[in-house]
């Protein structure tokens, strides 16, 4: 099967096209660096052409509202009018839990997103996972300097691993709409995980938790960002996934 994925350069998007590929899929990539300007449309067309699946894990590091919503839309758009020219069957998309609770503005990115999926003429599904053990070491580079100020947060990490395998589930089983929210085994605070991340390293930094202001940093020190019902839940803990991630160099 013939399954192109959006973003299959980024974090989770070169591990489904691992899984893919191990599954004995044919995975095609979706990114500039492969031709394929998302944002613009460029190169899609031909892209998609006997794609039968297509897996939206395309990303950017848009904080404000205005960007953020610009970026997901336009992509989404694109994707989904280009799939439904070239017959693609079925449209699967990253989500993250918690983005109608939280009125952060990359979520609001991420909530135009799920709004021009369903809108869109390809039958879908959207997948809401929370946060990766990848966002901890994100975040700390988002914080250079001997003091680290890390945003009060309780986080349901799951591994990135995890998170691409399902995806690829969902992606060779019929459209399902909004799949079950997919998070990580146990509840975390995200100070935590950075101090251990910190130790692991050999790093020596302030570590200083901050509440964000207003009702963001209420739904953040909260439940805001924790699955709201059963779902899946993955098995590798944020200290296992620590420990290759080190002797990675990660």
Avoid: C
Avoid at 69 to 89: C, K, M, Q, W, Y
């Amino acid at each position: 099967m013939r399954v192109a994925v959006a973003g299959g350069t980024g974090v989770v998007g070169r591990q489904v096209v691992e899984e893919l590929a191990a599954a004995g899929h044919e995975p095609v990539v979706l990114a500039r660096s492969h031709g394929v300007d998302l944002v613009s449309g460029e190169g899609l067309g031909a892209a998609l052409d006997g794609v039968e699946a297509v897996i939206d894990v395309s990303d950017r590091k848009a904080v404000s509202r205005g960007r953020a919503v610009a970026f997901f839309g336009s992509v989404s758009r694109n994707l989904l009018d280009a799939g439904a020219r070239a017959g693609v069957h079925h449209h699967v998309a990253l989500s993250i839990v918690g983005i109608d609770r939280v009125g952060h503005g990359y979520y609001q990115g991420k909530l135009r997103q799920e709004e021009v999926v369903r809108g869109g003429r390809v039958p879908w599904t959207v997948l809401r996972s929370t946060q990766f053990h990848e966002f901890v070491p994100q975040a700390l580079q988002q914080m250079p300097g001997p003091v680290a100020v890390v945003p009060r947060m309780n986080i349901q990490p799951v591994a990135a691993r995890e998170v691409a395998r399902h995806l690829v589930e969902l992606a060779l089983a019929p459209p399902r709409g909004m799949a079950p929210e997919l998070a990580g085994p146990r509840v975390e605070l995200l100070v935590d995980l950075v101090r251990r991340l910190l130790h692991a390293r050999h790093e020596r930094r302030l570590v200083v938790p901050v509440r964000l202001p207003g009702a963001v940093g209420a739904a953040m020190a909260g439940d805001g960002q924790l699955p709201a019902g059963a779902g899946p839940r993955g098995g590798r803990t944020f200290d296992e996934w620590l420990a290759g991630a080190v002797t990675r160099g990660a």
